[in-house]
């Protein structure tokens, strides 16, 4: 047997080995909660949403352009924490919709803007204050304190993982 196939095999060992072991780590439950707490946040948040008309992408899409120029694809990627790919047909369907339009950048012809409609910022300025008083109706029952101590919390797991 090769040198490097008997590395691979008492790795495999050691990690069958220690499963058991891996599965009592005193982070699990952590992390348990943190993914039922975002999967709950979701289904509230995504419910609603839907009930306004749009998909959570779609929305947060009008949300994260509303109250602005409009931005470039790269950006609105990046704000959105959306693939290009995934991105462009969100856009394409907001622009079926005609809440979006592609504006060229005169200063590079490749690149373009997304910006709102005149139809898209009114859907903004209906939706995006609905969808805030309706997670208000949840984040309003900590007090401010408690969502400073909790923002602050999270902040620093981001960063063990950045």
Do not use: W
Request: charged share 30%; glycine share 6%.
């Amino acid at each position: 047997m090769k040198p490097s196939t008997v590395a691979v095999q008492s790795a495999d060992s050691r990690r069958r080995r220690s499963a058991a072991d891996a599965a009592k780590e005193s982070f699990i439950p952590l992390m348990h909660t943190l993914v039922r707490a975002y999967q709950a946040f979701d289904r509230y948040s995504s419910t609603h949403v839907r009930e306004l008309g749009l998909t959570p992408p779609q929305f947060d899409v009008i949300a994260t352009l509303g109250n602005t120029r409009g931005m470039p694809m790269y950006k609105l990627g990046e704000e959105t924490l959306t693939t290009k790919g995934t991105l462009t047909g969100i856009i394409d369907r907001l622009e079926e919709k005609g809440l979006v339009h592609r504006q060229v950048r005169s200063e590079d012809r490749r690149c373009f803007n997304v910006v709102l409609t005149p139809k898209g910022e009114r859907l903004f300025e209906t939706v995006f204050p609905v969808h805030i008083a309706h997670l208000k109706e949840r984040f309003g029952r900590m007090n401010e304190r408690e969502r400073e101590r909790l923002r602050r919390d999270l902040e620093r797991l981001e960063q063990r993982f950045t």
